[in-house]
């Protein structure tokens, strides 16, 4: 057993290494806030806070051309949304587990200095809820979440080699919602368009 395991191993390094695929590991401390896009909830409802979050995942870049790749993964990422009436002044937050799975083109500089350039990140992303978690006492406004959402995702950073195969990055990256995220509310709170942002710190290492 453990020689096919080795076997898949070396298997995997090899085609990698020719499709030049490079494979990595991300964290991305994140601030997680969210906007109201619709007028009529914009005359009752404001957006309520902003929480921080962590964005973990793996993720692989394929260079198609020098310098241009498309970038990929899979992550977890959490939302936070935040809601208040106007009128009574109550609050409500929830959060969203969810597992996101981007589809990106990534363009590089030359190096800047020695082992060292930068990235330029644009694509979208699709948004998979896996969970959902009531962090008010006693909800009143949304009763259900959409389970798909979908993102404009933006980043730029840097990567350094520290050896051949090794690579250091970090950057920022902006996740923009593009869909709401309310399937349904409470029945005498009629419709709320709530669609989430996200900017991270991005830190990792690709191999």
Known sequence: MVQYILLLFFSFSYISSQAQVKLGLQLSPTLSFNRLDDDEALSEFDNDGVGGRLIAGALVDYMFQENYYVSSGLFFVPKRVGIRNRTTGTEEAYRLHCIQLPATAKLFTNEIALDVRLYFQAGFALDIKI?????????????????????????????????????????????????????????????????????????????
């Open 131 to 207: 969970l959902e978690d009531n962090l008010s006492d006693d909800p009143q406004f949304i009763s259900e979440f959409r389970p798909v959402d979908a993102s404009l995702l933006l980043g730029t950073g840097a990567e350094y080699r520290l050896g051949y195969n090794t690579i250091l990055f970090g950057g920022f990256s902006y996740r923009r919602g593009l869909g709401n995220v309310v399937r349904s509310t409470d029945a005498n709170v009629g419709d709320v368009v709530i669609k989430n942002d996200l900017f991270s710190l991005d830190m990792g290492i690709k191999f």
